[in-house]
Structures are given as structure tokens and as C-alpha cells.
């Protein structure tokens, strides 16, 4: 074997690792008595001996060259654009909603339902969870079924039929006649379904045009040597990946205006018609996609191990290891599997979801200056664009030269202390409201706001540190969120454990509508306030829970997708076989 084959560590030491529970077929081999160049290798670990790429990078090598990304395949860019077109109709759509639920018509901000605020921040939370619930739908049938670009495909139909929908609803003859809530309604489980079989297929199918699993070594123009590195290939393409995403979410600006300017159904009819773009983008591109055939899905074993915990009150009794030792029946999944059915995100997406519905309710209560007062909420897309490339291209490589690794759990926690920061300032701007007149801790609501048309007199750009420091929360926590979902699952589980990520939205979603009556005034200040405080106290938690698994990050890379799926495949059938 080379250096880097002996030296580097097997999947079954690795702490942590999905493959940790292994056991070797030949169990009268006792591994931990041989030198490494006599392990015995299970037959399909043969893969990991090293690829003539890899054999030619040295340890020495390993440890002193520079990391850099690969070029980014077109059929990849053209996959980013479906994504760009697909999230300016979300964003665009979803921009004015809060309005759109909240006022009634006439008063001083847009309005058509007239909800009220507790009222639209349940409902908006309620559509953020059934968007975020839905990809689990498209990651069975993409994973079972059709794959993942006939996915995507026949959900974007389902996706324009959502559009219409809303955008005929949202005329004024309906809004007077009252058909614009249950038109609302209808269109929000339309668009969500629509807009879920997309989700939890369109990131994994960028990152499969990327088909290099190796790493190499190559000169640059200068001379100077470095290694290309897939994992931060990955990381990069979900950096323009994320970015196109907040590129397209800008459509807010331009709805938002509609919609304050012209009216609600211009406001829906603009993500109706450039949705098109993004059906064009898709069917041009089919000839030079990389398309994997489905290959099953495990949702099936997701739920059996929800149901093993109900049942038994503990989650353990779903490992293999603690059934195989209690003598229950057997299971076809790994402990690991279950570990990571737990995540602290719910909490990350409760904090991201006050910006798209109390942020706006709060910049309603001050003088915006002529402009939409659910305008401002641009400002983290702005922040995400212009950020995502000084991180891609100068921090992240900068770190990685002067050899401090900015690894996944760590980037991950620091998108939580951004989080916890956001709701902190977002607390202070409420006191600055609460304390400035003319209706003090009832904006908009007492006699001197001459019916609701003065709100109280703090400046709207005073919210702008909020957004930009859930912006950076979402470059560290959101973006690193997405790639490692892709890039730890076995090729059978990319669409499931990314539908699973997204699941993490929708449980903060539903922690949002259980807390949506404390959406009121003048309650607000301790709202925010507490959510800091949970935030900060879930993000440490995370860290001081999986910092472990930063030091295994370039083995877990290292594993081909395709011997993981066959690994995860004997691991099953030797936990059958224990706990007969």
C-alpha cells in the first residue's frame, strides 16, 4: 500500500462513523493485533486501496499543499440557474405575504385579508412548514421512483398550477368578494407541494454534475503546487449554489413595489410568468445533465425508527447495537442513522423565520419613508451575495493557508452565534419602538396614530444589522447545513437526507406557530430576547456535542458514495445476523 492508504484511518475506527458498527465476516481475525500493512480488508473496502490520483499524493503532501476547488462543470451552472428561477418565484411570491395576510385594504400599509399579526405569522409559519414537510414526498419518489430530474420536473407543473392560483385570487374583485383567504390557502398547499419535490432534489442534482471523487495534485501558473480537493470543490458549488438562491430571492424587491405601487395580483403575476424561465432552463439542459437512475428509498426505516421510540419511550431501542444486546428483533439500519435523526436546527430555522414575518410586522411600525415596508428583508439577500464570494474566495482559502481547517461543525456554530446575535439586535430595535412615540408599546393602535396612519417615529434602516447578521448566519449554518447532507450520504440517501435537512425547517416552522401569540405587543422585546438566549445556548450545545466529528472530516470525504451504499448493505446483514 502507498503512505496515505496505510496511515489513513478505515472506515470502522473512525469514532462516529456511519460504518463504526461493522464487524468483519471473518471474525476469527482479530484486526486490532496486525500492522497495518497486514489488515485484513473486507472485499468491498478494495476501493478504498487508492485510485492512481490518489496513490501520488504523498502524507507529506497531505499535510502542506494547499487545498483548493476543482472547475465547476456547465451542466452544474445550468442546474443553478433552475434553482435562481425557482427561488425568485418562492421569494417573490412569499415577499408580500405578510401584508398580503395581516392589513385589511385601506389603511397605511398594502393589505387584503386583514388577519392581524399573530394571525398571519401562524399562517405564514404554517406555509414555511407544509414547503419544508413536502420534500420528503419528493425525496421518495425521486429516490423510489422517477429520479431526481423527472422529480423536479413534474413537480414544477404542479408548482405554475399554485401560481395561478394565488395570482387570480389575488385580483381585486376577489379580494372584495372574499376569495382572496381561501384562495390563499389552496395556493399555499399547491405551491408547497410544488415547490417540495423541487427542494430536496435540485441540490443534490448540482452537486452529482460534479463527478470527480479523487483528489489530485496539480501545478498553478505560478508554480506553485497544490491539491484539488472534491470536498472543497463541494463546498464551493453550494457556496454559488446558495448564492443563486439569494440572487433570485431579490424578486422580493421588485414584488414588494408591485404590490405597493400597482396592487397584489401584479405582485404575483411577475414569479408566475419568470417561473417559465426556470421550465425552459430545465428542458434545455436535459441532454447534458448527469442523471441517476433511483436506487430505493429508506423513509420506510425512517419511520420505522420513530415509531421503535414511540413505542418504547427511549430512542436507543432503535439502534441495532442496543436491540442486538436485548435481544429484539433485527433492524437493516446503523446506529449512526438514528444519532443523526436529532438535530439542533428546528431552533436555527425559528430564529430564520421571524425575518420573513415579525421582522416585517416590525418595520410596519416605523417610518419607512415612502418605501414597502417588507422591502427591508432584501437586505439579507444583498448581504448573502455580496459575502458569499469574499468567504469563497478569500476567508475560507485564507484560513486554509495559514492552516487553520474552518470545518463544518465549527462553521455550523458560528452560524449559530450570528443567529443568537440577530435576535439580541432585533430586541434592542423593539425597545427603541416600545419607547418612541406616539403610541409607545401600542404602535399603530392608540388615538395619536390618527387611525392607524403614524406609526411610531424610529427610522426603518435601523432594522439593516438584523438582516446582515442572519445573512452571515446563513453562509456559515445554512450553506454548510447543505453540504453536509450531500456530501455524508451514501448515493441511495442524497434526495432523503437532504429532504431531512429541510425537515429541520419545518420543525422550527411548527415551533413558530405553537409561539406565534406571543406575536403581539407589547410583548416583542422578551420574544426576541429569548429566542438569543435559546439560540446561543443550542448553538454551544452543538458544538460541545459534534465538534468530535470535525477531526474525522477528511475520511468521511475520502469515502467513495457507491462503497458507502455497499458498506451501509453488509452492515445490515451482519446486524440481522447478531440479533437473530
Known sequence: MTDIVEKSPHPEEVVGHPLASYESPNKDINIDSIGDAERAVPPYDKKFAGSPADEEISDHDLRTLRRVADRLPAAAWLVAVVELCERFTYYGLTGPFMNYMQYAPGGLRPGAIGLGQSKASALNYFFQFWAYVTPIFGAVIADQYWGKFKTISVFAGIYVVG??????????????????????????????????????????????????????????????????????????????????????????????????????????????????????????????????????????????????????????????????????????????????????????????????????????????????????????????IIFIPICDSFLYPYLRKVGIPFKPITRIFFGFIFAAIAMAYAAIVQHLIYTSGPCYEYPLACDASNGGQIPNDVHVAIQTPAYFFIAMSEIFASVTGLEYAYTKAPSSMKSFVMSMFLLTNAFGSAIGIAISPTAKDPDMVWTYTSLAIVTLFSGCLFFLLFRRYNKDEDVLNSLDNETLDEQLEYDAQGTLNTAA
Open 163 to 384: 401560481l395561478f392560483i394565488i395570482f387570480v385570487t389575488s385580483l381585486p374583485v376577489a379580494i372584495e368578494n372574499g376569495a382572496s383567504l381561501g384562495g390563499l390557502i389552496t395556493a399555499m398547499i399547491v405551491v408547497g407541494l410544488g415547490t417540495g419535490g423541487i427542494k430536496s432534489n435540485v441540490s443534490p442534482l448540482i452537486a452529482e454534475q460534479y463527478t470527480n471523487t479523487k483528489k489530485y495534485i496539480k501545478e498553478l501558473k505560478s508554480g506553485e503546487r497544490v491539491i484539488v480537493d472534491p470536498a472543497v470543490t463541494i463546498q464551493s458549488l453550494f457556496m454559488v449554489f446558495y448564492m443563486c438562491i439569494n440572487i433570485g430571492s431579490l424578486s422580493a424587491v421588485a414584488t414588494t413595489e408591485l404590490e405597493l405601487h400597482t396592487g397584489f395580483w401584479a405582485a404575483y403575476l411577475l414569479p408566475l410568468l419568470f417561473f417559465f424561465i426556470g421550465i425552459f432552463a430545465l428542458i434545455f439542459g436535459r441532454p447534458f445533465y448527469v442523471k441517476k437512475s433511483p436506487r430505493g428509498s429508506v423513509v420506510p426505516n425512517a419511520f420505522r425508527i420513530l415509531w421503535i421510540a414511540f413505542t418504547h419511550r427511549c430512542m436507543a431501542a432503535a439502534k441495532p447495537s442496543y436491540r442486538a444486546e436485548n435481544g429484539m428483533s433485527a433492524v437493516t439500519w446503523t446506529d449512526r442513522f438514528v444519532d443523526e435523526v436529532f438535530v439542533f436546527f428546528p431552533i436555527y430555522w425559528l430564529v430564520y423565520g421571524q425575518m420573513v414575518n415579525n421582522f416585517i410586522s416590525q418595520a410596519g411600525e416605523m417610518n419607512t419613508h415612502g418605501i414597502p415596508n417588507d422591502i427591508m428583508q432584501n437586505i439579507n439577500s444583498l448581504s448573502i
